[in-house]
């Protein structure tokens, strides 16, 4: 089903079983969605009524929930297919550090409805205005500039006025402009301290869950030979998703490189004279002995364990991507480009114990054949050498396996990038779309 018409069924449903309202980004539909996001006020009780029946809406239009958060003030769905992607905010109200500023009911008052070839039910422009108001100035920031019309035409506004001094005993927007941000969030607290230290606790329950448990986004690593068309692929894959996640993902080389490259490192320690930083040429090195590959690989290992708390963790429990260009399969692969040359059977156990495993291990691979005609880096015999090893990992963790430590798929890029793109956001998707069942229903 193409975008359009899956936002047409989705308001068709959602004007059937809901008491709703577009928030803001609204421009478009139900046609098409011109923003990242759509966001969507309801009452909670109507979310749990709705949510099983909104999955198997999902489910029959052939797109998958690849993202799925749930937070105090809102619970966010992405859904895509290979015909697009989109997301879902569906917010309760309108809150700051569990501090209420706006519920549901105030938001959904006066609102009115778009016509079009699936009616849209869309907040008042008093409401779109004072729900990024008052949470701009709760948090300390200033109301964006570029919305100043849209200030200019409702600041007179008596409800907005009354919204404002009840939220924050200040009596208009321009009083609202000069008063420090922490006194009027001290206001909104105690106009029900019960229930807003209530809520605060909520709050941080919500906090430290996702902070704890959240997997919200997902990590994901790419290995093969050179040649295999890895990078053209990653930006294939991320061009797909980057509608929603342009800004929220990252891509590393081989580690999340915490701590610089050995050689640099034992260059400023004085235990190295030279460094060879021809790094154009990966295959460059010699082969070292195993004291030398152990050590080295302690220093990666201790890279990996740190780096996935501080620059890997801490993002993917806020619906983040981490790619990886290489990760510690390539260790296993190619041990050439590592210089680590121990055991095959070692290498794969001590990753299996002490290396955090990525949600998805995309081994993309091709012929030698295929691979010497784009590359000349690699001689035949070093890339059978590398497939033997990506057929090895597949035969350790099977086609279809999901576990602890992640999925393994090889995938052939022998036609174009394009397919081999498809075939991995279609492997993602899937499993992705499983595990948000667990969580959604």
Known sequence: MSPSNLLNTFFTFLNAHADYAVLRNWEGLPDRCESRDIDIVLHRKDYRKIRADLFALVEMAGWKVITYLNSDRLITWVVASREGIM??????????????????????????????????RIVSSRIAF???????????????????????????????????????????????????????????????????LARFIRFEYWRLRNYLRSDTGFTVGFTGPDGSGKTTVIDLVLESLSKVFGKAHTLNHFRPTLFGNISDVAHSAGLKKEVDDNYGDPHRGGKTGKLSSFLRLCYYTTDYLLGWWVAVKSKTRITWLVFFDRYYTDI?????????????????????????????????????????????????????????????????????????????????????????????????????????RKRIL
């Not at 997301?87 to 309760?92: A, L, N, R």
């Not at 054949?369 to 690699?378: C, G, H, P, Y």
């Not at 057929?391 to 890029?413: C, H, I, P, R, S």
């Open 87 to 120: 997301q879902w905010d569906f917010f309760f109200d309108t809150s700051v550090f569990g501090i209420r500023l706006l519920s549901a009911d105030e938001l959904l008052r006066d609102a009115r409805t778009l016509e079009g070839s699936v009616p849209v």
């Open 332 to 436: 296993i692969c190619d041990s050439r480009r590592t210089r680590i040359w121990l055991p095959l059977g070692f290498l794969y156990a001590w990753g299996r114990l002490f290396v955090p495993a990525l949600d998805y291990n995309i081994l993309l691979t091709a012929s030698a054949d295929a691979i010497l005609q784009r590359k000349k880096e690699l001689t035949r015999e070093d890339i059978d050498a590398i497939n033997s090893r990506l057929d090895y990992l597949m035969d350790k963790n099977g086609v279809e396996e999901v576990t602890a430590k992640g999925q393994y798929v090889k995938v052939l890029n022998e036609a174009s990038p394009r397919e081999a793109a498809d075939a991995i956001l279609g492997v993602i998707y899937a499993a992705q779309h499983e595990k948000n």
């Open 130 to 196: 004072l729900d990024k108001y008052l949470y701009d100035r709760a948090v300390g920031a200033d109301y964006p500039e570029k919305y100043a019309s849209v200030r200019a035409a409702v600041e007179g506004d008596s409800v907005v006025s009354e919204c404002v001094r009840k939220c924050f005993g200040v009596p208009s927007p321009a009083a609202c402009d000069k008063t420090p941000s922490r006194k009027m969030l001290l206001h909104a607290f105690f106009r029900s301290p019960v229930t807003g």
